[in-house]
């Protein structure tokens, strides 16, 4: 059974930046597309950034374009978050999840389209960031 543990959240200041993790473990993550989603206090949950894991082909949705940066370190398994320019609108639970799969296709999905969850196989618990201005 995969696991997913995020880690890096905390409180920055408009302007800020700030890096999260998210740790795979217990599955191999290659052939797989791993994705940032977030959910802002009382509103839904939508994906924001995934990559491909099999080639590191990536994609992002218009509200992070140009601001975070998603990688891979596929030696430690791990999938990283770089938030740049953080904005108060940045608030949220941010969580990382994970499909097995190999299409491209599927992973600019997550970031284009509300996700059902169990579409994804595994889900992390998720991490708060909070911005103020």
């Known amino acids: 059974q995969g696991r997913l543990v995020e880690s890096g959240g905390g409180s920055v200041l408009a302007g800020g930046s700030l890096r999260l993790s998210c740790a795979v473990s217990d599955y191999t993550s290659g052939n797989s597309c791993i994705a940032w989603f977030r959910q802002p206090p009382g509103k839904g949950r939508d994906g924001i950034a995934s990559i491909l894991t099999s080639d590191g082909t990536t994609n992002y949705d218009r509200s992070v374009e140009g601001r975070f940066t998603i990688s891979q370190d596929s030696a430690k398994n791990t999938v990283f978050l770089q938030m740049n320019g953080l904005q108060p609108e940045d608030t949220a639970l941010y969580t990382c999840?994970?499909?097995?799969?190999?299409?491209?296709?599927?992973?600019?999905?997550?970031?284009?389209?509300?996700?059902?969850?169990?579409?994804?196989?595994?889900w992390g618990q998720g991490t708060q960031v909070t911005v103020s201005s």
């Open positions: 999840a994970a499909r097995r799969t190999a299409l491209q296709e599927e992973c600019i999905a997550m970031v284009r389209y509300p996700v059902d969850p169990d579409a994804m196989h595994y």
